[in-house]
């Protein structure tokens, strides 16, 4: 049996990146799930909170991310959707797993040092002492955390963008370690190592800068489009977009990153607008820059419309409501993560 996990950390409105790197995938598992598959979408709100937060600012955010999660399709009927701090097992399950998890393997994730603006190859033993003491604990073990939150659900497929694909990786390795060091005759696995789903459009990049991806937390908010954008603002963060001056439209991700980036929003938003990108883009040749940038307008505008609509309903809804919601999927999510836990406890001698 299928179960399917996946989360979003509740750090601001959608943006088309988490669409089509996340959300419209999520859906789409959601809408083609066979009857006795397991969805659970969670707003990963313990995760948020690995950089500073502002606590009003916090439950605006969690309570956009609820409205943006069905505005884009997800229906509680068929879907677990829940805030993450409201199954307590995440975290219990977080400290079992990190007093098995090894510091040198954290220390390669790249995450903390993008979030650092330290470079890859940084290591935090090696690291000055200033950057010691700006990198904190929830941070650096933010891997183990979301290992946890997969492993809870004994979850079997995680879809996810491509910036997420190495701390998969991690948390398939940390069962395996886990089921090892904890169960190793057991016939079924203690923890079952997840596979990870990319979705096609694996990553979207800034629109200010395409050599980073597109983020909720890049300062730059002309970087994204947000799913609650409405056209006008659509086709200003469009047109200000940082591209080239080289003439016509080539698909080149290495040489012409911004206008390859256009020609993937444009594609992935409506795919049937061609065979793939390279083809999309050989149509496309004689086109002006101002041109392309309104036909990605267009698309996006066409694409989105509905659900910036629903977007708008949900969030006119008395919160109460709302807040119903969530409250119904994180008590069937305890249901599942208690069976866990008993499990882990057990086979630890915890039972
Ligand atoms: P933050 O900047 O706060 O980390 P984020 O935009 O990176 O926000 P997350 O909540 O961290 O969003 O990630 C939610 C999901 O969206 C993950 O599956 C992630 O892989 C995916 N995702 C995020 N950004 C992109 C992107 N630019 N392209 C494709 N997928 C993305
Ligand atoms: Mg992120």
């Known amino acids: ?96 797993l990190s007093c098995n998890a090894s510091m040198g393997y954290l220390g390669r994730m790249t995450q903390w040092k993008s979030k650092l603006a330290l470079p890859d190859s940084a290591s935090p033993l090696d690291s000055s002492p200033s950057n010691k003491s700006a990198l904190k604990l929830g941070l650096f073990s933010y891997p183990v955390l979301q290992a946890a939150d997969i492993l809870l659900y004994n979850t079997t497929h995680v879809p996810v963008g491509e910036d997420q694909a190495q701390h998969l990786e ?16 057991a016939e079924a696995p203690l923890l079952v190592p997840p596979t990870t789903i990319l979705s096609p459009a694996k990553r979207v990049m800034s629109l200010s800068n395409p050599a980073k991806k597109m983020s909720k937390s890049d300062a730059d908010v002309k970087s994204r489009i947000l799913i609650s954008d409405s056209k006008e603002e659509i086709r200003r963060k469009l047109r200000s977009a940082l591209t080239d001056s080289i003439e016509g439209i080539t698909y080149d991700r290495e ?48 694409r989105i419309r509905d659900v910036r609509e629903r977007y708008e309903y949900y969030m006119r809804l008395p919160p109460s409501e709302l807040g119903e919601l969530a409250e119904g999927g994180g008590q069937r999510a305890q249901d599942i993560a208690k069976g866990t836990m008993k499990r882990v406890r057990t086979a630890m001698g915890m039972a």
């Open 255 to 302: 040489n012409r990153p911004g206008v390859s980036n256009l020609v993937n929003l444009i594609y992935y938003m409506d795919e049937s607008v061609g065979a793939s990108p390279e083809m999309l883009a050989q149509d496309m040749q004689g086109l002006s820059m101002k041109a392309l940038k309104e036909k990605a307008v267009e698309t996006v505008e066409d």
């Open 170 to 185: 991690f948390a398939r390795e940390l069962a395996i370690s886990f089921n090892h060091t904890h169960a190793p005759q």
């Open 1 to 96: 049996r299928k179960v399917i996990f996946s989360g979003i950390q509740p750090t601001g409105v959608p943006h088309l990146g988490n669409y089509l790197g996340a959300l419209r995938q999520w859906v789409k598992l959601q809408d083609e799930a066979a009857p006795d598959t397991t969805l659970l979408y969670s707003i990963v709100d313990l995760h948020a909170i690995t950089v500073k937060q502002d606590a009003k600012q916090l439950a605006q955010w969690r309570k956009e991310m609820l409205a943006s999660l069905q505005a884009v399709g997800l229906r509680s009927d068929r879907s677990i959707l829940f805030y993450q701090s409201s199954v307590p097992q995440h975290a219990e399950l977080m400290w079992i």
